[in-house]
């Protein structure tokens, strides 16, 4: 009875092991982080037995060959990442706009979720959230003479997952050197 249930579990060992090589990393875009010795590679890990398994950017120092792996919700979409380098103002950074947050707690993040703001140090090491999980961001613009990101977006005051009248809109104005907020419109 012993050898049998060993074989068994043996086997079931294997079996488990042996789907891991049905996985497969999909590598959707590589920026350049413009003055830096840093490239940035957008992840997918996907596996046959659960689909995607987790989405993240990985900072890669193209001289030492070192990475840096920040990582998202599995199921967060970036819309965007733009680097924002003012050397006047000693300014160098990366703004991700990214729905990160399953604000109705249903299915997971989806297209009706908000999309926030995060800013990334140019290594990847230092992560600020810099919009409100419940902000639909809208818009936003970064002043290069102040150093300042204007952002627009509503809040779901009634949390209807539409936009609508009732709805609460905001403007905020943050300072890119600090990550605070100055003030709101």
Sequence with gaps: MRKLLLIGLTFLTLQVLGQDKYNFIHFNKLTEVE???????????WGKMEGLKNRYLLF?????????QVDFPKESYFEKIEQVKIDSLGINCLVVSAQT????????????????LIILSTDGKQIVQ???SKLFVST???????????ITGHYDTNNNGKYDMTDK?????????????IVKI
């Design 35 to 45: 003055g830096t010795e840093y490239v940035i590679a957008r992840i997918e890990n």
């Design 60 to 68: 890669i120092n193209t001289e030492t060959g070192q990475s840096n």
């Design 101 to 116: 947050v399953d604000l109705d707690g249903k299915k997971g993040i989806d297209w009706n979720d908000p999309i926030q």
């Design 130 to 132: 810099l919009t409100d």
């Design 140 to 150: 936003w613009v970064v002043n290069k003479k102040t150093g300042t990101i204007v």
């Design 169 to 181: 809109n905001e403007i905020g104005i943050y300072d890119l050197k600090t990550l605070k907020l």
